[in-house]
């Protein structure tokens, strides 16, 4: 247990022997809970046989957890200044690979198929949080092989990917990722578990890859346009939105049709509709232009 970074004095000796500066515009905050950790890498469910895509490992901390019991680690960190650190923390594990890039920028369908030949990978990552929803989004929409995604968020973040209806934090980014897969929070993580401590309070989620999508839509573009449509404004009815969407060319009386051929009513509005419904609108949108 001697060289376990997760002990916040070890972290603390790390830092000061590489006096490296922690960047706020990379969102580095770092574990210092290893209950915290064993919590992730049971969730997300490691075995030797997996493949585990770290996204910032910072100092190592979890990437030594994530190597004791994964098959094969690839690690992305941007912050050039980490990786003498990470060169020390990780050199007992012959199974990392650190690739010092923008994970923004990273080509994932290649690297799936460099490291484990095309099949799926698990994602898991206390993610620096001014890019949550693009690293998650961009994860689903690359259509990379995945199984599971297992990161840790802010706590509001996380409660907006798995609600429903009728709550204030439902949106698009609820919609977006509950069509890609399923969500379930695995814990609330308080800023005290990291160096430095974050303003805001964290969850970990698990998101669990749909093999196929829970509802058919024969148009997935068109459905994610009527759903940002329908939230951009969120206090406006369905119509409005629909109509004064810059994304979106339907005619008002189309518009209202289709909203009546639903059977909702004309003054709905876009937060109280289902994915179900926003595949319903979207299939009947196309099946107008067919
Ligand atoms: N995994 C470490 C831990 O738990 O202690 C560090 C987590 S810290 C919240 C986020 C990490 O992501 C930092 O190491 C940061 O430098 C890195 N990072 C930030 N933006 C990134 C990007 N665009 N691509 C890759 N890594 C990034």
Do not use: W
Not at 35 to 56: F, P, Q, S, Y
Not at 95 to 101: K, L
């Amino acid at each position: 247990m001697d060289n376990k970074l997760v002990d916040p004095k070890k972290t603390i000796e790390t830092i000061q022997k590489y006096q490296f500066a922690f960047q706020k515009r990379f969102g580095q905050n770092f574990l210092i809970d290893s209950h915290v950790l064993d919590k992730i890498v049971n969730a997300a469910g490691i075995t030797k046989e997996d493949c585990v895509l770290e996204i910032g490992p910072g100092i190592g901390t979890m990437t030594q957890y994530l190597a004791e019991h994964a098959g094969r680690v690839v690690a992305v960190e941007i912050d050039t200044n980490l990786l003498p650190i990470l060169a020390e923390t990780l050199k007992d594990y012959s199974n990392v690979t650190v690739i010092n890039e923008d994970i923004l920028k990273v080509d994932m369908n290649s690297l799936v198929e460099e490291y484990n030949n095309g099949r799926p990978i698990k994602v898991v990552a206390n993610l620096p949080y001014y890019i949550t929803t693009p690293i998650i989004m961009g994860l689903f929409e690359s259509n990379v092989p995945i199984e599971n995604i297992t990161v840790m968020v802010q706590k509001e973040v996380a409660d907006r990917m798995q609600v429903g209806p009728g709550s204030k934090d439902y949106g698009a980014l609820s919609l977006a990722v509950q069509y890609y897969a399923s969500p379930y929070i695995v814990a609330n993580v308080p800023p005290n578990c990291f160096i430095p401590r974050p303003n805001v309070g964290s969850a970990v989620i698990r998101l669990t890859r749909y093999q196929e999508p829970p509802v058919q839509v024969k148009d997935a573009k068109l459905m994610f346009r009527l759903i940002r449509a329908s939230f951009n404004q969120r206090r406006k009815t369905l119509q409005n939105g629909l109509n004064n969407s810059p994304e979106l060319s339907f005619s008002k009386e189309e518009i209202a049709a289709v909203i009546e051929s639903l059977g909702l009513p004309a003054a709905v509005r876009g937060e109280a509709l289902t994915l179900e419904q926003f595949a319903a609108l979207a299939n009947a949108f196309t099946e107008r232009t067919e």
